[in-house]
Protein backbone atom coordinates (compact mmCIF):
# COMPACT_ATOMS: atom_id res chain seq x y z
CA UNK A 1 0.00 0.00 0.00
CA UNK A 2 2.87 2.53 1.01
CA UNK A 3 4.56 1.72 -2.74
CA UNK A 4 1.43 2.39 -4.42
CA UNK A 5 0.72 5.97 -2.82
CA UNK A 6 4.61 6.61 -3.30
CA UNK A 7 4.66 5.94 -6.60
CA UNK A 8 0.87 8.04 -6.73
CA UNK A 9 2.87 11.30 -5.23
CA UNK A 10 6.13 10.79 -7.44
CA UNK A 11 3.80 10.64 -10.57
CA UNK A 12 1.55 13.18 -9.72
CA UNK A 13 4.50 15.93 -8.74
CA UNK A 14 5.39 15.05 -11.66
CA UNK A 15 2.79 15.98 -13.43
CA UNK A 16 2.30 18.98 -11.59
CA UNK A 17 5.87 20.14 -12.39
CA UNK A 18 5.35 19.30 -16.08
CA UNK A 19 1.91 21.37 -16.35
CA UNK A 20 4.06 24.62 -14.82
CA UNK A 21 6.44 23.71 -17.58
CA UNK A 22 4.04 24.24 -20.01
CA UNK A 23 2.45 27.26 -18.82
CA UNK A 24 5.35 29.13 -18.70
CA UNK A 25 7.14 27.79 -21.86
CA UNK A 26 3.47 28.88 -23.77
CA UNK A 27 2.97 32.22 -22.07
CA UNK A 28 -0.58 33.48 -23.24
CA UNK A 29 -0.09 36.85 -25.88
CA UNK A 30 -2.01 39.69 -24.89
CA UNK A 31 -5.10 39.90 -26.41
CA UNK A 32 -4.71 43.62 -27.74
CA UNK A 33 -1.65 41.89 -29.35
CA UNK A 34 -4.02 39.38 -30.84
CA UNK A 35 -6.43 42.14 -31.99
CA UNK A 36 -3.51 44.07 -33.77
CA UNK A 37 -2.65 40.72 -35.17
CA UNK A 38 -5.88 40.23 -36.41
CA UNK A 39 -6.09 43.82 -38.23
CA UNK A 40 -2.56 42.59 -40.11
CA UNK A 41 -4.30 39.51 -41.32
CA UNK A 42 -7.13 41.59 -42.19
CA UNK A 43 -5.26 43.32 -44.55
CA UNK A 44 -3.33 40.88 -45.81
CA UNK A 45 -6.23 39.27 -47.10
CA UNK A 46 -7.52 41.87 -49.24
CA UNK A 47 -3.96 41.98 -50.56
CA UNK A 48 -4.30 37.96 -51.09
CA UNK A 49 -7.54 39.27 -52.93
CA UNK A 50 -5.77 41.38 -54.68
CA UNK A 51 -3.12 38.35 -55.98
CA UNK A 52 -6.08 36.50 -57.02
CA UNK A 53 -7.31 39.40 -59.50
CA UNK A 54 -3.75 39.38 -60.61
CA UNK A 55 -3.58 43.66 -60.61
CA UNK A 56 -0.18 45.04 -59.83
CA UNK A 57 -1.77 48.38 -58.94
CA UNK A 58 -4.24 46.99 -56.33
CA UNK A 59 -1.40 44.49 -54.99
CA UNK A 60 0.18 47.40 -54.29
CA UNK A 61 -2.37 49.66 -52.74
CA UNK A 62 -3.40 46.55 -50.32
CA UNK A 63 0.61 46.30 -49.68
CA UNK A 64 0.66 49.37 -48.17
CA UNK A 65 -2.66 49.41 -46.11
CA UNK A 66 -0.79 45.61 -44.78
CA UNK A 67 2.15 47.91 -44.04
CA UNK A 68 0.09 50.47 -42.21
CA UNK A 69 -1.40 47.27 -39.92
CA UNK A 70 2.08 46.03 -39.27
CA UNK A 71 3.52 49.26 -38.25
CA UNK A 72 0.80 49.94 -35.34
CA UNK A 73 1.30 46.88 -34.04
CA UNK A 74 2.68 47.48 -29.92
CA UNK A 75 5.68 44.64 -29.67
CA UNK A 76 6.25 46.17 -26.01
CA UNK A 77 3.09 43.71 -25.13
CA UNK A 78 5.05 40.46 -25.73
CA UNK A 79 7.90 39.72 -23.60
CA UNK A 80 11.21 37.76 -24.02
CA UNK A 81 11.26 35.26 -26.57
CA UNK A 82 7.73 36.39 -27.66
CA UNK A 83 9.33 39.48 -28.07
CA UNK A 84 12.42 38.43 -30.27
CA UNK A 85 10.71 36.49 -32.62
CA UNK A 86 8.08 38.61 -33.42
CA UNK A 87 11.04 41.29 -33.81
CA UNK A 88 11.78 38.84 -36.55
CA UNK A 89 8.10 37.87 -38.30
CA UNK A 90 8.34 41.39 -38.65
CA UNK A 91 11.16 42.37 -40.34
CA UNK A 92 10.56 39.54 -42.76
CA UNK A 93 7.09 40.98 -43.35
CA UNK A 94 8.09 44.84 -43.52
CA UNK A 95 10.62 43.45 -45.92
CA UNK A 96 8.25 41.54 -47.96
CA UNK A 97 5.40 44.45 -47.94
CA UNK A 98 8.15 46.83 -49.56
CA UNK A 99 9.32 44.79 -51.99
CA UNK A 100 5.73 44.14 -53.27
CA UNK A 101 5.09 47.96 -53.47
CA UNK A 102 8.37 48.57 -55.10
CA UNK A 103 7.46 46.24 -57.66
CA UNK A 104 6.24 46.42 -61.17
CA UNK A 105 6.42 42.86 -61.98
CA UNK A 106 3.59 40.80 -60.37
CA UNK A 107 5.82 37.54 -60.75
CA UNK A 108 8.05 39.85 -58.64
CA UNK A 109 5.30 40.32 -56.18
CA UNK A 110 4.13 36.90 -55.54
CA UNK A 111 7.63 35.49 -55.02
CA UNK A 112 7.72 38.38 -51.81
CA UNK A 113 4.06 37.48 -51.18
CA UNK A 114 5.03 34.07 -50.42
CA UNK A 115 7.91 35.08 -47.91
CA UNK A 116 5.47 37.28 -46.04
CA UNK A 117 2.90 34.25 -45.94
CA UNK A 118 5.12 32.39 -44.30
CA UNK A 119 6.22 35.23 -41.53
CA UNK A 120 2.53 35.96 -41.03
CA UNK A 121 1.80 32.12 -40.50
CA UNK A 122 4.65 31.75 -37.92
CA UNK A 123 3.03 34.80 -36.24
CA UNK A 124 -0.47 33.36 -36.06
CA UNK A 125 0.95 30.27 -34.90
CA UNK A 126 2.93 31.75 -32.08
CA UNK A 127 0.63 34.59 -30.89
CA UNK A 128 -2.78 33.82 -32.41
CA UNK A 129 -5.46 36.20 -33.58
CA UNK A 130 -7.93 36.00 -30.96
CA UNK A 131 -10.37 33.88 -32.12
CA UNK A 132 -10.30 34.95 -35.74
CA UNK A 133 -10.14 31.79 -38.03
CA UNK A 134 -7.26 31.51 -40.68
CA UNK A 135 -7.09 28.84 -43.09
CA UNK A 136 -3.30 27.93 -44.69
CA UNK A 137 -3.79 26.87 -47.77
CA UNK A 138 -0.98 25.49 -50.49
CA UNK A 139 -0.12 25.00 -54.04
CA UNK A 140 2.22 22.46 -55.03
CA UNK A 141 2.62 23.86 -58.50
CA UNK A 142 3.47 27.64 -57.09
CA UNK A 143 7.02 29.07 -57.22
CA UNK A 144 8.91 26.47 -58.78
CA UNK A 145 8.27 24.11 -56.09
CA UNK A 146 4.88 24.99 -54.10
CA UNK A 147 4.16 28.78 -52.22
CA UNK A 148 1.78 28.79 -49.41
CA UNK A 149 -0.54 31.78 -48.19
CA UNK A 150 -3.10 32.27 -45.60
CA UNK A 151 -6.98 33.14 -45.94
CA UNK A 152 -10.33 33.39 -44.16
CA UNK A 153 -12.27 30.66 -46.60
CA UNK A 154 -11.75 27.43 -47.16
CA UNK A 155 -12.72 27.79 -50.94
CA UNK A 156 -8.81 27.94 -52.87
CA UNK A 157 -8.84 31.19 -54.55
CA UNK A 158 -5.16 30.98 -55.52
CA UNK A 159 -3.10 34.27 -55.57
CA UNK A 160 -0.22 32.86 -57.33
CA UNK A 161 -1.93 31.93 -60.54
CA UNK A 162 -5.35 34.29 -60.25
CA UNK A 163 -7.35 33.69 -63.34
CA UNK A 164 -5.01 31.10 -64.80
CA UNK A 165 -5.21 28.51 -61.92
CA UNK A 166 -7.92 30.01 -60.23
CA UNK A 167 -8.76 26.55 -57.53
CA UNK A 168 -5.55 24.94 -57.56
CA UNK A 169 -4.36 24.17 -54.50
CA UNK A 170 -5.68 22.62 -50.77
CA UNK A 171 -6.36 23.91 -47.19
CA UNK A 172 -3.34 22.40 -44.74
CA UNK A 173 -4.47 23.59 -41.67
CA UNK A 174 -6.89 25.49 -40.21
CA UNK A 175 -5.88 28.33 -37.47
Known amino acids: MK ?3 IILIIFLAGFATNANCIATKFPATDPAFQKQLASV ?3 YVNLKDAFVASDVSKV ?3 ASQTLKSLSAMDMKLLKGTDHTNWMSYQTTMEKALKEIQTSA ?6 KSFSSLSDALYKSIKA ?5 L ?4 EFCPMALDGG ?6 EQKIRNPYFGDKM ?3 GSVKETL
Not at 105 to 110: E, G, K, N, W, Y
Not at 133 to 136: I, N, T
Open 147 to 152: AYWLST
Open 3 to 5: TTQ
Open 127 to 131: FGLGG
Open 41 to 43: FTS
Open 105 to 110: AIDTQR
Open 60 to 62: KDA
Open 166 to 168: LTC
Open 133 to 136: KAYY
